[in-house]
């Protein structure tokens, strides 16, 4: 299995960026496809972006388009999250999660591992 960490998340004010990072350990990195979710409270968990093994293909949900780019790093065992021109709706307890040898996903039930999350608030 793989265990994962996130970090990165924080407090902005809107328009700003930030980057989440998570990291992985356990099995081979690049058997994994990667996604990140997002949940705000009292909503159900949404997908955010997810990248393929070895990073050559992305996508993402059509309300962080053009504004978040996922990526990764296999030689570091990490994939990132880059927020940028943030809003208040961005607000979330953002999740990395992982999907052995197989192609990405956007459903939550896709994945099988999961962090713990970590909390990105935006202020208007």
């Known amino acids: 299995q793989v265990q994962l960490v996130e970090s990165g998340g924080g407090l902005v004010q809107a328009g700003g960026s930030l980057r989440l990072s998570c990291a992985a350990s356990?099995?081979?990195?690049?058997?994994?496809?990667m996604g990140w979710f997002r949940q705000a409270p009292g909503k159900e968990r949404n997908f955010v972006a997810t990248?393929?093994?070895?990073?050559?293909?992305?996508y993402y949900a059509d309300s962080v388009k053009g504004r978040f780019t996922i990526s990764r790093d296999n030689a570091k065992n990490t994939v990132y999250l880059q927020m940028n021109s943030l809003k208040p709706e961005d607000t979330a307890v953002y999740y990395c999660?992982?999907?052995?040898?197989?192609?990405?996903?956007?459903?939550?039930?896709?994945?099988?591992?999961w962090g713990q999350g970590t909390q990105v608030t935006v202020s208007s």
């Open positions: 999660a992982a999907r052995y040898r197989a192609a990405w996903a956007t459903q939550v039930n896709g994945y099988d591992y």
């Open positions: 356990g099995r081979t990195f690049s058997d994994y496809a």
């Open positions: 990248i393929t093994r070895s990073g050559a293909s992305t």
